[in-house]
């Protein structure tokens, strides 16, 4: 590889770290601003409306208005009468970690949304991230980031919510 080939990968790097820096600053409330939501809904819907049971058979899939279920003010939103059971009997096991938050944004002590598409499961747990360029930095080091993100977490505030 060329020096300059090398620099310019060196860039493209750079401004990719630097790019996911801006986007999870300029959404991100650091510390604990009381303006946190407990559960990142928008306009009520959990998830963007992404069945939270359908992550743990392998796939995100959108839910359907028709099978949904309000939880503490947030509604989910499922693919099937199934999935809305399952949920029903064990609501704690199908939510996302951190409220449905970015995971690597919260080992970072910050907060940003997500993209439902950008997720893991990790010892029986669903993480999300913003893109493709937090799960790969978050996917780097999962165990060491969900142990900052869990010291994190319990820092922001749950209001509004019932929590």
Same mark, same amino acid.
């Given at each position: 590889?060329?020096?300059?080939? @090398? ?9 990719i770290? #630097? ?5 999870i @600053?300029?959404?991100? @409330? @650091? ?25 743990? &058979? ?36 199908? #939510? ?11 080992? #970072? ?16 747990? $669903?993480?999300? &991230? ?9 996917? $780097? &080091? ?9 010291r &994190? ?11």
């Open positions: 590889m060329t020096i300059e080939r @090398a620099r310019g990968a060196a860039f493209a790097v750079m401004m770290v #630097l790019g996911l820096v801006v986007g @600053a300029s959404s991100a @409330a @650091a510390g604990a601003d009381s303006s946190v939501p407990a559960v990142n809904a928008d306009q009520g819907i959990g998830l963007k409306g992404y069945d939270p049971v359908e992550y743990f &058979n392998g796939a995100p899939t959108k839910g359907s208005a028709q099978y949904s279920f309000a939880r503490k003010r947030v509604t989910y939103r499922f693919a099937s009468a199934g999935n809305l059971e399952k949920f029903k009997a064990d609501p704690e096991k199908y #939510l996302p970690q951190y409220g449905g938050y970015c995971a690597y944004a919260m080992s #970072l002590d910050r907060i940003a949304d997500i993209d439902p598409s950008r997720w893991a499961i990790v010892n029986g747990k $669903l993480y999300l &991230n913003n893109g493709f360029v937090a799960e790969k930095l978050w996917s $780097l &080091n999962k165990s060491g980031n969900i142990v900052s993100a869990d &994190n977490w319990p820092q922001y505030p749950k209001k509004a919510i019932g929590e």
